[in-house]
Structures are given as C-alpha cells and as structure tokens.
C-alpha cells in the first residue's frame, strides 16, 4: 500500500511539472502571454502558466538558469547569450509569434506630429533639447528611455539611434505603462512603447525613415502594409529539452485562436 501511495505521488508529481510552466521577459510581449495563457488554462484546466515581466534580457537570463521555461523577447536573442545556453547544454529554440509597430510617442498637448528618424536620434543622443528646433513650442524636450534590460531599450538603440548612445541623463522606465503614465503627465516628454500599450493620454507621432519623403503612423494597418518603417519580431525562445511542456501552449498561441487573441491585444499576426 506505501508503495502505490510513493508511486500516485511520484506520478502526480510528473503531470504537475508536465502542466506547469513559466514565462518571463518582455514587458511588450506581457500582454500576449497573459492573455493567451489564461485562455489557454481555460481550455486546459490541468494546466497552470505563471506570466512575468522584467524585460528581454531578464527572461533569457531566467532561461540560461533554468528558472523559467519560455522567455519572451522583443528582440533577437544575443550571439553571446545563445553561447553561454549552449555551454551548458541548452539547446535553444525561436518562435516569432508577432510583430510589433514601436510607436513614437508625445504629450497629447505637443503640436508636433512627425518626426524623420534623423531628429529622434538628435532627440534621444540629446542633441535637440528643444521642441521649438522641430516647429513645436519653445518647450524643453524631456526623454523617456527603458531600462537597459530591455529589448525594446536594445531594438530602438540599434535601429532607430543606429548604435548610437543614448544621451547622459536620460529617464529610464521600468516598464512601458510607466511611460505611457509620464508623457501623459509631462508636456514636452517623448518617448517609444510598444503598440498594445496606446491609448488617448498621449499622442503617437509619424515617423520617417526615408529623410522626410514619406511619413507613417503605427497602427496595425501601416505594419501590415509594410508603410510603417518600425516594426519588429516578438519572441518565444525555450530549451529544447523542455519542448514536451511547453509545445502545446506556442502551438496554441501560433493556431488561428491565439492569432486572434493577438490582433484583439494590438499587435501584427505573424500570417
């Protein structure tokens, strides 16, 4: 009777690890593996998913220790990064799951309403301290950045900074409602938030990336179209070893239900 009773538990505790996961990273994809996940355990009620932020860099960290068994990024996992899983033993997977359109953002009170790519790196490098050099109020420019563990931090330093640095001093947020709370608040704040995270307190600006010939919004539509020059991948990255756990939940999020899901959150499908 001890024996069958060792076993039941031994079992139980085999289909609790097989149920049970973890995601963490990506304050962009939050929203996406939080909804997904609760829909998911509705559907699959022995399953349990446990959803946390942090950033990308904090959700491949968490990967490389073992303490979580999706990461969720809004950028490319680093070279070094995949070396350091691969020196012990990880193999690591990649699954796009849905693209984002980074939106520009400004105080709903700013009269500006485009910027070229040029300008926002002289705004972000802090070289343009004022909105009166881009035709706006003579009112100091006040730059809202994320935290360095951030692959939006990292995505819009590469891409729209082209590796330049960000100025000295600038404001770094936790967290994309963060932002969206102080450019709401600050009259000549700017900064960039995922696209999920929009809403009316504050303003996204169109952007250019062709020196000002053509300008573009970020809306699902213009990402789609391909006319907005912002848009990235977001990411599930997991070990290969745990694929038997983790597979039906990515399946689930990539199927036509999760796209759904993924549309209604604001974010591109990847089909």
Partial sequence: ????????????????????????????????????????????????????????????????????????????????????????????EEVIIAYDALAIIVNPGNNVNKLTREQLEGIFTGKIKNWNELGGANIKIIPYSRETSSGTYEFFREYVLENKNFMSGIMSMPANGSIIQSVSQTKGAIAYVGLAYLNKSVKPIAVSFDNGKSYSKPTVENAKNKSYPVVRPLYFYYNTASEAIVKPYI?????????????????????
Wanted: charged share 20%; net charge positive.
């Fill in 1 to 92: 009777m001890k024996r069958f009773i060792l076993f039941s538990l031994a079992i139980c505790g085999i289909l609790f690890s097989v149920n049970s996961q973890k995601i963490k990273g990506s304050e962009t994809v939050l929203p996406i593996s939080e909804k997904t996940a609760q829909i998911f355990m509705n559907h699959k009620k022995s399953a349990t998913i446990t959803v946390t932020g942090g950033g990308s860099g904090v959700g491949i960290s968490a990967l490389l220790e073992g303490t979580t068994d999706i990461a969720q990024a809004s950028r490319k996992i680093k070279f070094s990064e995949r070396q350091k899983l691969q020196n012990t033993g990880q193999n690591v």
């Fill in 251 to 271: 399946d689930f999020v990539l199927s036509p239900d999760g796209q759904k899901i993924i549309e209604e959150v604001g974010y591109v499908t990847v089909k």
